[in-house]
């Protein structure tokens, strides 16, 4: 009697085992997102006149799947609203604003903002957003965690605040012509951007791609990337692997795309038009530093 008790126990241990492994999903490479179509979710800087819309990261579906990215969606406040004041001790994070003006309080300053300013907030440091202003303010909010292998200085008396008017364009090596660049903020160890004070968010930048141009199919071992489509129409390159093997994907004003490490990513524009891309960049840390 034991033995077959024992026979039966076996059989329902594998058979939940093989019907977990037929269940479990292989994680995507990379994901796409359609923001309009986004809804409203919980976020730690959400309050009743603070509204986020999660693309990827925190509030998202698939946020276990990020390494670096804790958060990357889009903030609108109301007229006269304010999100919740927020500090993350392990976490840097890039304020981009998109559409209207307002202010953004650091520790007990207040600094004005207004369209296409953008911010670098160092961790540990407690800030919101404030909308005085008669008309809505959309702020694309992007954090990153870093990892403990990392030693972290003290925050800055102020925040770093440029507007993407003040970046000049110019060519990237290894990108071709017809794809310009405007290096926004990156390591706290470069030179080459406006705002150089990150840890491990290496590259936040716009591209301006001329009719037909493009930033060729490329891939990054070991980083995290994210292309928002800020204006126009093209193909989007998603795929894996070394050897370039490619998906190309209709994409247009409103699309944002996350590629995982080592993933192929790029974008063809349209012949007739120009298309601007706001994209970002973080190092994904080593595997002893994610735990």
């Given at each position: 009697?034991a ?34 179509e986004l ?27 990020f390494?670096?990215v ?10 006269n609203?304010?999100?919740?004041i ?9 304020y ?9 309080r ?14 670098y907030?160092?961790?540990?440091t ?38 993407l008017?003040d ?36 590259s936040?930048?716009?591209?301006d791609f ?22 126009g129409q ?5 795929g894996?692997?070394?050897d ?48």
């Amino acid at each position: 009697m034991a033995k077959t008790e024992g026979r039966l126990l076996l059989c329902v241990i594998l058979l939940t085992l093989g019907l977990w492994a037929q269940e479990r999903k292989t994680d995507p490479t990379w994901l796409h997102r359609y923001v309009p179509e986004l809804a409203e979710t919980e976020s730690s800087l959400s309050s009743d006149t603070c509204h986020y819309r999660a693309m990827f990261g925190e509030g998202d579906k698939d946020g276990h799947i990020f390494q670096t990215v804790t958060r990357f969606g889009e903030v609108t406040l109301d007229t006269n609203g304010q999100c919740r004041i927020v500090s993350y001790e392990r976490e840097e994070e890039i304020y981009f604003v998109l559409e209207g003006a307002g202010n953004l309080r650091y520790g007990d300053q207040t600094l004005a903002l207004r369209r296409h300013d953008f911010t670098y907030l160092a961790p540990g440091t407690k800030h919101s957003l404030h909308n005085p202003s008669g008309q809505s303010l959309r702020v694309l909010v992007m954090g990153f965690k870093i990892p403990p292998s990392i030693a972290i200085s003290s925050p800055p008396p102020k925040p770093a605040l440029a507007n993407l008017e003040d970046a000049k364009e110019e060519t990237v090596s290894g990108h071709p012509n017809s794809v310009l660049y405007k290096l926004l903020a990156g390591l706290g160890s470069g030179k080459r951007d406006l705002i150089d004070q990150a840890y491990v968010m290496d590259s936040f930048f716009w591209m301006d791609f001329a009719p037909g141009g493009t930033n060729w199919p490329h891939h990054h071992e070991s980083a995290e990337e994210i292309y928002l489509v800020i204006d126009g129409q093209g193909e989007m390159v998603a795929g894996g692997g070394m050897d370039g093997i490619e998906g190309r994907h209709p994409a247009k004003t409103g699309d944002a795309y996350y590629f995982r490490p080592n993933c192929t990513v790029g974008f063809y524009n349209q012949p007739g038009a120009k298309s601007y891309i706001l994209a970002v960049r973080a190092r994904v840390p080593l595997h002893e530093d994610a735990e």
